[in-house]
């Protein structure tokens, strides 16, 4: 079985401020992939990241950079610099197995930037 | 390019029912799945599709809930008859290849069932 968990029910923080966001999974498969998406006010599901589980390397894309590791099997998510733009609910997913199309979402991290 | 297309965007109906959500997938993509999100259950799966063939419907609640996909650019999703506890945001998601390839979502449709 395959789960996903966000702790972080709610983060608040001040805008400009840098905001991290925790993922943790579980799987027993050594080919997953793990995913963020964003939700915002307005309710649709937007893409941002996908990794597959032979690349630990760290992403950065603008003010949005994610640490993959391993060993905690973690896979989490920091805001550089947020704005209130930033506020939105963030969803981390995993996909294991070939052939095993589900993806398995988290419950979700409701972000709110204070301006 | 369009993204995944879902109609209505919103939805409201009383109970008893027959609800027919719709959906039009990426051009090119030949998986598609149809999800289902609330607050309590958060986001669930409830079928999905590769090359029009349903593939896994084990998320499907009950036989209230039926979904076809006629054509590589058509998917629906029927609930009949309808209940309160339908009530959710369905979202529609599209990829294509290989199962691991990121799935694009539609911007849902918001049902309310009085």
């Known amino acids: 079985a395959q789960k996903v968990t966000q702790a972080q029910t709610e983060i608040s923080v001040v805008e400009k401020e840098d905001v991290t966001l925790d993922c943790v999974y579980e799987t027993r498969d050594t080919t997953y992939y793990l995913f963020w998406y964003k939700q915002p006010p307005s309710g649709e599901l937007v893409f941002l990241i996908r990794r597959n589980s032979f690349d630990e390397q760290n992403e950065i894309s603008g003010r949005y950079s994610w640490n993959f590791q391993k060993s905690t099997s973690s896979f989490n998510f920091t805001i550089t610099a947020s704005q209130v733009v930033d506020s939105a609910v963030y969803f981390c997913a995993l996909r294991a197995n070939f052939g095993n199309e589900k993806l398995t979402f988290g419950t979700g991290t409701r972000l709110t930037i204070i301006p | 390019d369009a993204g995944v297309i879902q109609s209505p965007r919103h939805e409201v109906t009383e109970m008893g029912q027959e609800v027919t959500l719709r959906c039009k997938p990426i051009?090119?993509?030949?998986?598609l799945f149809w999800y289902r999100q609330t607050m309590m259950r958060g986001l669930e799966l409830l079928i999905y599709f590769n090359n029009n063939v349903p593939i896994d419907d084990s998320g499907m609640p009950e036989d209230r809930f039926s979904a076809k996909m006629p054509n590589a650019s058509f998917s629906t999703l029927k609930i009949q008859p309808s209940e309160p506890r339908d009530s959710a945001v369905y979202f529609c998601?599209?990829?294509?290849?290989?199962?691991?390839?990121?799935?694009?979502f539609g911007p849902g449709t918001r049902l309310l069932v009085l």
């Open positions: 051009s090119g993509h030949d998986y």
């Open positions: 998601a599209s990829s294509f290849g290989a199962p691991q390839e990121t799935q694009y």
